[in-house]
């Protein structure tokens, strides 16, 4: 069956389960082989895009001189070095002149490759860093531009997307290159035994050892793999042990349990006894006696032929011919591990690459529409016909055929039980996803049939998911209109309306404080308890540690204050409200939704909420969910009247203050 991936086997060691894919020789192999070729090319050319033609060619000369032709000239260097003391060794008498030429060649030869390999070296780095920041850019944009579905379903394919570096292409590059270097390497061992006729035999001796431990060493590095800690012992040492994070330490104290930890700890090392725990890898790559043993007599072989040479043909090599060949022999050795190197990390590199590629094609699970949207005056209004909704990934139905209207310019409240589906209609009606059956329709005309970005200019929202950038608090806020974003007085206006003045206010550096600043900061041997360390050198790193930071309500307020800045572009028409107020305290949550009401005019307003109060009081109106359907909707007054689901939730509230 061509659609079936490779056969994938299974194997216990130690702690883990390790699962592979079987190799074999099918027709996969020619398709992976010109998928991986077009990757290349691909990524050639962007290579040569970003460095330019000068760059680009030098650094292939480069490249190809280091590992072609300056091995194998060198070595023929050094060979006549060798051979100019060995006639004057028999002779009795040195040739001055010839020798201090040979050794001036050999030395200005040094000289230059390691000049050029300096230059070359330079020359990748800085290629590398601009094709890094081109490939972080392409990876960015795809990401920026994927939607929800996209994210979800390619969550592996953006997580490849974070190791990609031009690496794979220099990988290939000298994988190619030490390969013509050794195919050149073997030529010149060949022209030096020509005469004894030794060629082939000696090409078998000098390859022997490192084409036997390519063929039998195990590597997992290279291949698609799985590995799974399984040990039940194991797995709960590693979550007892997780228990000393600091994350749980209030927990674990108040609880008394320490005694608790630490015994049932000790109970899983007892019952996991000697089973070997150490790296997946490490066990994988583990040879048998005779395999060892196999490649050690393999490693020796070389030395065993000179020895029979020695004995069996004495006139057959001179020194100087013999000291040469046991440079080439482990230069041979090197070349071709460095090839097996090259390819094995090129291939799966290469393969990493496409998926990055790939991560352009599967950008937007939603089709965009191609219609202008032309607001409403007075708002937005939707029509949901007999919808039903099921998260990507899931069976289960977050809406079960709901039907509902909404008028420009209504104020509806959305209220029920947790997990009755709530968000997933704020979420279907900013087309952050699109329903599985039924249809939504904007305006009286399909969502679908809209260009998702200018439906977007049109909605702003508020609920708990939004998080704060790691940029400054002014753009945290400013980018409610990206048009404005160096607006400060519009900015300040925003922050004062979402209640976030007082935040900035507290930090030093005001709008410009930046709370998650992402350093990198790393710091070792500078910890409690080391006593040789300079104490300035800790105070510094206790300095360092410290990021400002802010409380769940003080975010709450920040994020708020981008949603008023976004009203400043005047084009917002749906504002979607989802329970924003959890941290914040009654007086903020009072002024944040006063203050919400005094822009409502010319927009439609959404909320979902659990509390019972203003807000409900004043909804054109309330749509009562459970279990994914709405089943009650009026007023306030119709609903307490119908004494259904929402008079029951109203009354539970209402009694706390009887
Ligand atoms: N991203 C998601 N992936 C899969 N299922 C989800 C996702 N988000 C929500 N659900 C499920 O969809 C159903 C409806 O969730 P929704 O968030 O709309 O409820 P809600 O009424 O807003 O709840 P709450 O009052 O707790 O905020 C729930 O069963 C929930 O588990």
Do not use: E, M, R
């Given at each position: 069956m061509s659609s079936a991936g490779p056969p994938i086997q299974s194997k216990r060691l130690g702690v883990y389960r390790i699962v592979t894919e079987k190799y074999s020789v099918n027709n996969q192999w020619s398709k992976k082989a010109s998928q991986g070729l077009r990757t290349l090319l691909r990524l050639t050319n962007d290579i040569y895009d970003t460095a330019g033609p000068g760059s680009f060619f030098l650094m292939l000369v480069l490249t190809v001189w280091v590992d072609v032709f300056d091995r194998t000239v060198g070595l023929h260097l050094v060979g006549r070095v060798l051979a100019v003391i060995e006639e004057g060794l028999k002779a009795g008498r040195v040739d001055g002149t010839t020798l201090a030429w040979a050794v001036a060649l050999r030395t200005v030869g040094l000289g230059l490759t390691t000049g050029l390999g300096y230059w070359g070296a330079r020359l990748r780095m800085k290629m590398d860093s601009r094709f890094e920041a081109k490939m972080q850019e392409f990876v960015l944009k795809t990401k920026l531009a994927t939607d929800l579905t996209g994210v979800s379903s390619n969550l592996s394919t953006s997580q490849a997307a974070?190791?990609?570096?031009?690496s794979a292409f220099i990988q290939i590059l000298r994988a190619l290159t030490v390969s013509l270097g050794t195919a050149l390497q073997l030529g010149y061992v060949f022209r030096l035994v020509r005469s004894t006729g030794h060629g082939p035999i000696l090409a078998f001796v000098c390859l022997a050892h490192p084409v036997l431990e390519f063929l039998m060493q195990p590597t997992l590095w290279t291949i698609s793999h799985i590995v799974e800690a399984m040990d039940p012992h194991y797995l709960r040492m590693n979550s007892l042990r997780g228990l000393g994070e600091a994350k749980y330490r209030q927990d674990i104290l108040m609880g008394d349990v320490v005694g608790y930890v630490l015994r049932e700890f000790r109970r899983s090392v007892r019952l996991l006894g000697d089973t070997d725990v150490g790296q997946s890898y490490v066990q994988y790559e583990r040879m048998g006696y005779s395999s060892h043993l196999a490649l050690k007599i393999a490693k020796e072989l070389p030395m065993l032929y000179y020895a029979a040479i020695a004995i069996l043909?004495?006139?057959?090599?001179n020194l100087s011919t013999l000291a040469t060949l046991h440079q080439s022999e482990s230069l041979l050795s090197r070349m071709f591990v460095e090839i097996v190197f090259y390819v094995q990390h090129g291939a799966p590199r290469l393969a990493s690459v496409q998926t990055v590629y790939d991560l352009e094609k599967s950008v937007h699970e939603m089709q965009d529409g191609d219609l202008a949207y032309t607001p409403h005056e007075k708002g937005m209004s939707f029509e949901l016909k007999n919808v039903s909704f099921s998260y990507p990934g899931t069976t289960a139905k977050a809406l079960k055929d709901v039907s509902l209207s909404i008028k420009p310019g209504q104020l509806v409240v959305i209220v029920g039980s947790n997990g009755s589906g709530k968000s997933t209609i704020i979420k279907l009606l900013t087309r952050l996803y699109d329903a599985t059956c039924g249809s939504i329709l904007i305006d009286g005309q399909d969502i679908k049939d809209y260009k998702v970005a200018d439906l977007r200019k049109a909605m702003a929202s508020l609920t708990q998911d939004h998080h704060l950038y790691p940029l400054s608090l002014g753009e945290n806020i400013g980018l409610g209109n990206p048009a404005r974003v160096g607006d400060l007085e519009m900015i300040r206006d925003a922050a004062r309306l979402g209640g976030a003045e007082g935040v900035i206010g507290k930090m030093t550096d005001g709008l410009g404080t930046v709370l998650e600043w992402p350093r990198g900061l790393q710091w070792n041997?500078?910890?409690?308890?080391?006593?040789?360390?300079?104490p300035e050198l800790k105070a510094a790193v206790g300095n360092m540690k410290k990021q400002v930071a802010v409380s769940g309500g003080e975010r709450q307020r920040l994020v708020a204050s981008r949603t008023f800045m976004r009203f400043?572009?005047?084009?917002?028409k749906l504002v979607c409200v989802d329970e924003?107020?959890?941290?914040?305290d009654p007086q903020a949550e009072w002024q944040l939704f006063d203050n919400l009401r005094r822009v409502r005019e010319a927009k439609t307003m959404i909320f979902v909420t659990h509390r019972f109060g203003h807000l409900t009081k004043r909804a054109d109106v309330i749509l009562c969910m459970k279990e994914g359907t709405i089943v009650e909707s009026g007023t306030h007054e119709e609903l307490v009247e119908m004494g259904g689901e929402y008079c029951r939730m109203f009354d539970i509230q209402a009694k706390a203050f009887d």
């Open positions: 974070d190791q990609i570096s031009y043909n004495p006139g057959a090599f041997n500078v910890g409690k308890g080391n006593k040789a360390v300079d400043t572009s005047g084009a917002v924003p107020s959890s941290n914040l």
